[in-house]
Antibody
């Protein structure tokens, strides 16, 4: 089972971008899909999109199409999520989670709090 | 888009059985997973492929999935089971989460 470690909390200005990293260890990075899940304060889990590092294939949830960019660096077993055009509504905890394609998310990162404030 | 519906809250007395439903069109044709999330913590997988328990998850957690409804059942509920629970399924290459159910153990 892979372990996922995310980058630290960030405070961003409205209109700027945030880039969160997720480093995998203890498993074959390229055999997993890495998904990103958002959780706004007091709200539920919302899937943003996922990437298959071995192929570079990416799927975005429709509501995040155009505002989120997912990428992965196989050499460092690290996945990235960049969120552009930040607004206060983007204040949330962002999780990365790993799954075999079509499978359950059996590993989760610790979460990264992104706060958008002027 | 595909939606999964859960009741916002469920209450149960200690030692009793708690059931949390997750409804979606023809959900029984897909595998359902369930996650437990306690305040300030990351979600934890408790049921996958409808009925399977990951290593380390107590036997009191069980699942079923048929027709349009998947169900998470916690037998002999303990105070430590108080948490938010989310169902999840794959819709082609997209992931769908239910809205979550807050389980209160009174």
């Amino acid at each position: 089972q892979v372990q996922l470690v995310q980058s630290g909390a960030e405070v961003k200005k409205p209109g700027s971008s945030a880039k969160v990293s997720c480093r995998a260890s203890g498993g074959a990075f390229t055999t997993y899909t890495i998904s990103w899940v958002r959780q706004a304060p007091g709200q539920g889990l919302e899937w943003m999109g996922g990437i298959i590092p071995v192929s570079g294939a990416i799927n975005y949830a429709q509501r995040f199409q155009g505002s989120v960019t997912l990428s992965a660096d196989e050499s460092t077993s690290t996945a990235y999520m960049e969120l552009n055009g930040l607004t206060s509504d983007d204040t949330a905890v962002y999780y990365c989670a790993s799954a075999l394609k079509g499978g359950p998310f059996d590993s989760w990162g610790q979460g990264t709090l992104v706060t958008v404030s002027a | 888009s595909y939606d999964l519906s859960q009741p916002p809250s469920v209450s149960v007395s200690p030692g009793q059985t708690a059931s949390i439903a997750c409804s979606g069109d023809k959900l029984g044709d897909e595998y359902a997973s369930w996650y437990q999330q306690k305040p300030g913590q990351s979600p934890v997988l408790v049921i996958y492929e409808d009925v399977k328990r990951p290593s380390g998850i107590p036997e009191r957690f069980s699942g079923s999935n048929s027709g349009n409804t998947a169900t998470l059942t916690i037998s002999g509920t303990q105070a430590m089971d108080e948490a938010d629970y989310y169902c999840q399924a794959w819709d082609t290459s997209n992931v769908v989460f239910g809205g979550g159910t807050k389980l209160t153990v009174l």
